[in-house]
């Protein structure tokens, strides 16, 4: 299983790393994630210069496709040439936003005014105000298409990719391996409770 991570200038750490490390403990498993970004070097809002690892267009063919957040966020889901790159399509993969990347999910049509849809407080009344129905609560999807708010709810946007793709016992594996030592039980368990109710019958 593919996954891009994408990720763009002025980028939040937390969202890229965070999901791309968890999902990567997958590996022998088959999953592999990818920081996928439209130029060759990224520097994030704290100044972490990185390559990336896969172009944009790789984000096409990827099974999954997880959207980053970042301070240019308003500005990536405006630009032409990103949205015109992107032929995301929910009905072949598993696709996630997290934080401000909720509104490159909502310029590609992932999502429309009325849905339900989370994000980050700074994000949230601009979607409002577009007439999303931005949710009090850390993650949410409807079918295969998810958001999530708060940066640390990229474990969440991992654990669903994890357990839609391969089952809620490597969501579990994945989490626990990860988990904080002598809370392990606990993180698994909530992070389990968040995303059960959003678990589609694993992809063949």
Not at 92 to 105: F, K, N
Not at 174 to 203: N, Q, S, Y
Request: net charge neutral; charged share 15%; proline share 6%.
């Amino acid at each position: 299983m593919q996954v891009a991570v994408l990720t763009f200038q002025a980028f939040n750490e937390l969202d890229s790393f965070v999901a791309a490390a968890l999902l990567n403990r997958l590996s022998a498993r088959g999953v592999q994630a990818w920081i996928v970004s439209p130029t060759q070097r990224v520097v994030s809002k704290g100044g972490i210069a990185i390559d990336r690892q896969k172009p944009l267009a790789f984000a096409n063919i990827a099974d999954a496709v997880i959207i980053g957040s970042g301070m240019a966020s308003e500005v990536v889901a405006a630009d032409p040439h990103i949205l015109a790159t992107l032929q995301l399509d929910p009905a072949r993969q598993l696709i996630a936003s997290q934080c401000s990347g909720a509104l490159l999910l909502a310029a590609l049509g992932l999502v429309s005014p009325g849905q339900p849809v989370c994000a980050d407080h700074m994000t949230a009344p601009g979607l409002a105000a577009h007439g999303f129905r931005v949710l009090e609560t850390p993650f949410h999807a409807a079918g295969n298409v998810a958001s999530a708010g708060g940066c640390l709810s990229a474990t969440y946007l991992a654990a669903w990719i994890a357990a839609r793709a391969l089952g809620p016992e490597s969501a579990r594996e994945m989490i626990h391996g990860a988990a904080p030592v002598g809370e392990k039980d606990a993180w698994v368990e909530r992070t389990l409770a968040v995303i059960a109710p959003f678990l589609a019958p694993v992809a063949a």
